[in-house]
């Protein structure tokens, strides 16, 4: 059965991060994070038939929600599904002859098809092989990343991704149990680290370790840092770009580029002293779901949307 939006995956503060794309009927937009199709229905539904809307995702139980778009699964001539990772956003709009677009939508982070399937390993809730791949055709498995790092890297990644103070000892643990046996599956992961661990923090310690390997596997820093600057190149003058994220380091990113035109955050400023950015705020103050989207869509919880327009 094909899932729908509905079941597949319910978008973030959908109405919020559609309405911050200021959208022209006819315009050119792009949602880097098809997903089930929340977000990427919205903005088709305000465009006429001039308007066009690009949807990305690597994910190929994500492409069977283009189905949504058009009766019995008839392709509209103004709606192209792209399966690919975002960071190739400028490969993808050259070669279907685009050079600017009118808005770009990214909700980051994991869809929540992603956790509620028991065989992608994404979630410590099933015993699942470690994959984590959001492109299951290509990248290293969690299960190749555990047992090809070494103790320093794997400790970089729990610490950076994951804030855990004590990723050195849980490298340490993971070199010292690989050593003997590989570790396969989530089940067996959680069983080599779970010990370190305080019982009343282990389920949010442990949703931490998974976020960081899971944010290793598939490149996620890496790739927005490239869609970011590709966003900055291919948006057109008065073209908006509305992002949701999740934990602390994408948001960073985020806003350091949204603020100072970088990704370090460097502010640069003219004679005059205005700041060198391609962007200006629009929200200078983040947006975050209201206390009922919370209570319904607890991976809401930590959302938080900035969006910026070219100038």
Do not use: C
Request: charge should be positive; aromatic fraction near 10%; glycine fraction near 8%.
């Amino acid at each position: 059965m094909v899932k729908t939006v509905e079941t597949y995956h319910v978008p973030v503060l959908l109405r919020e991060s559609v309405d911050g794309l200021n959208i022209d009927p006819n315009g050119i937009y792009v949602d880097v994070t098809f997903g089930g199709g929340g977000h990427s229905k919205e903005i088709f539904s305000r465009l006429s038939n001039k308007g066009h809307l690009y949807s990305f995702d690597q994910d190929a139980d994500a492409e069977q929600n283009i189905y949504e778009f058009g009766t019995n699964g008839n392709k509209l001539k103004n709606f192209t599904f792209v399966r690919s990772n975002f960071r190739y956003l400028l490969n993808w709009m050259r070669y279907y002859g685009v050079e600017q677009i009118d808005g770009l939508l990214g909700d980051l982070g994991v869809s929540s098809h992603h956790f509620d399937d028991e065989q992608r390993g994404f979630s410590f809730r099933f015993d699942a092989p470690l994959d984590m791949r959001m492109n299951k055709r290509a990248g290293k498995t969690a299960a190749a990343i555990l047992h090809e790092y070494d103790e320093e890297q794997l400790a970089n990644i729990f610490y950076l991704y994951g804030e855990l103070k004590n990723s050195r000892k849980i490298a340490a643990a993971i070199v010292n149990s690989r050593a003997k046996a590989p570790i396969l599956t989530t089940k067996g992961f959680q069983n080599v680290v779970e010990s370190l661990f305080k019982r009343e923090r282990e389920k949010k310690e442990m949703a931490k370790l998974f976020q960081a390997l899971r944010i290793e596997v598939n490149q996620e820093m890496a790739a927005l840092k490239e869609l970011l600057n590709s966003a900055s190149k291919i948006l057109k003058p008065g073209g908006r770009l509305s992002i949701i994220t999740y934990h602390s380091l994408e948001d960073r990113i985020v806003k350091n580029i949204m603020k100072s035109g970088n990704i370090e955050g460097k502010v640069e400023q003219d004679f005059f002293g205005r700041i060198n950015s391609p962007f200006k705020l629009i929200n200078n103050k983040v947006i975050v779901p209201n206390s009922n989207e919370q209570e319904n869509n607890p991976r809401s919880r930590s959302a938080k949307l900035r969006i910026a327009e070219k100038k």
